[in-house]
């Protein structure tokens, strides 16, 4: 299969190359693919004529959006919308990724993928939009909801959480919790379903739930960090943009592709730090 990824140079981008062997990958950055141009999407498409264009790219400034819309809704509605337009056109799939922040986390049973959406934010908003473009637009599309995502690239919680740990206590919110998703794995998902042909909508996370607190709890002792770590409320921690408390993913799509823990996740980027011979970005 011939596949072309939009946002190559971000974390799931970077992770997706060493999944997809196999195929034949094209992998394009932000700033050799703004999906935000339609023109722009149907000239590579073209040129490089893949079998599917499987979105990586996205506006993920949570808090920014708030008072960015138009920046999330062109990074997070027009992009997918425009990778759809151009992939009905010249009869392509499409993947896109999505997020669990289209649910506002207000039930204590997991979300499946007919759970109803109820975003709280901007930036959940602009993303449920580019889902809807996405299934009107293009009918062999893949829409893959995930929660969490880091890795040893990029601008993460746990990266971030480990830096601020060399400058003393850190205090993290104990009452949001979600699936933290270990990039590799969730690429490796994503290779596993782009053959199927199933299209259709799927929950692709780590599998468990785990709060912030008690996921940086266990990160610090993965990497043998002592700063002390104190947990705090969400209302002691404003932000911008509102979180939803708790969404726990649940898988029920047929293929039932289903992640590791979030467990496995977070022993193998320790162990990747640690083979990089730091405790920290």
Same mark, same amino acid.
Not at 65 to 80: I, T, V, Y
């Given at each position: 299969?011939?596949?072309?990824?939009?946002?190559?140079?971000?974390q799931l981008?970077?992770?997706?190359?060493e999944? #997809?062997?196999?195929?034949?990958?094209?992998?394009?950055?932000?700033a050799?693919?703004?999906?935000?141009?339609?023109?722009?999407?149907?000239?590579?498409?073209?040129?490089?004529?893949?079998?599917? #264009?499987?979105?990586?790219?996205?506006?993920?400034?949570?808090?920014r959006?708030?008072?960015?819309?138009?920046?999330?809704?062109?990074?997070?509605?027009?992009?997918?919308r425009?990778?759809?337009?151009?992939?009905?056109?010249?009869?392509?799939?499409?993947?896109?990724?999505?997020?669990?922040?289209?649910?506002?986390?207000?039930?204590e049973?997991?979300?499946?993928?007919?759970?109803?959406?109820?975003?709280?934010?901007?930036?959940?908003?602009?993303?449920?939009?580019?889902?809807?473009?996405?299934?009107?637009?293009?009918?062999?599309?893949?829409?893959?909801?995930?929660?969490w995502?880091?890795?040893?690239?990029?601008?993460?919680?746990?990266?971030?959480?480990?830096?601020?740990?060399?400058?003393?206590?850190?205090?993290v919110?104990?009452?949001?919790?979600?699936?933290?998703t270990?990039?590799?794995? #969730?690429?490796?998902?994503?290779?596993?379903?782009?053959?199927?042909?199933?299209?259709?909508?799927?929950?692709?996370?780590?599998?468990?739930?785990t709060?912030?607190?008690?996921?940086?709890?266990?990160?610090?002792?993965?990497?043998g960090?002592?700063?002390?770590?104190?947990?705090?409320?969400?209302?002691?921690?404003?932000?911008?943009?509102?979180?939803?408390?708790?969404?726990?993913?649940?898988?029920?799509?047929?293929?039932?592709?289903?992640?590791?823990?979030?467990?496995?996740?977070?022993?193998?980027?320790?162990?990747?730090l640690?083979?990089?011979?730091?405790?920290?970005?």
């Open positions: 299969m011939r596949i072309l990824i939009a946002g190559a140079g971000g981008g970077l992770a997706l190359p999944a #997809l062997r196999g195929h034949e990958v094209t992998c394009l950055t932000r050799e693919l703004d999906i935000t141009s339609l023109e722009a999407v149907r000239v590579k498409a073209r040129k490089h004529a893949p079998d599917l #264009l499987l979105n990586a790219a996205a506006y993920n400034h949570v808090d959006a708030e008072s960015d819309a138009e920046g999330a809704f062109r990074g997070n509605a027009l992009g997918p425009n990778l759809a337009i151009v992939a009905e056109e010249q009869g392509l799939a499409v993947l896109h990724v999505s997020t669990d922040y289209v649910f506002d986390g207000t039930s049973a997991p979300y499946h993928e007919w759970s109803t959406p109820r975003p709280l934010s901007v930036y959940g908003r602009s993303k449920l939009a580019g889902e809807e473009a996405v299934q009107l637009l293009c009918r062999r599309h893949y829409i893959v909801r995930t929660a995502v880091y890795s040893t690239n990029g601008t993460n919680f746990p990266r971030t959480i480990l830096e601020r740990a060399r400058q003393g206590e850190v205090k919110v104990e009452d949001q919790v979600g699936c933290p270990y990039a590799p794995h #969730l690429a490796a998902a994503i290779a596993r379903l782009v053959p199927t042909g199933a299209y259709g909508r799927y929950h692709l996370a780590g599998r468990g739930a709060s912030w607190f008690s996921l940086t709890r266990a990160l610090f002792e993965q990497m960090v002592t700063s002390r770590l104190s947990p705090v409320t969400t209302a002691e921690f404003p932000r911008p943009a509102r979180r939803p408390p708790r969404v726990v993913l649940e898988t029920l799509q047929d293929p039932r592709i289903l992640l590791p823990s979030w467990e496995e996740g977070l022993a193998e980027f320790a162990a990747a640690r083979a990089e011979g730091k405790e920290s970005p």
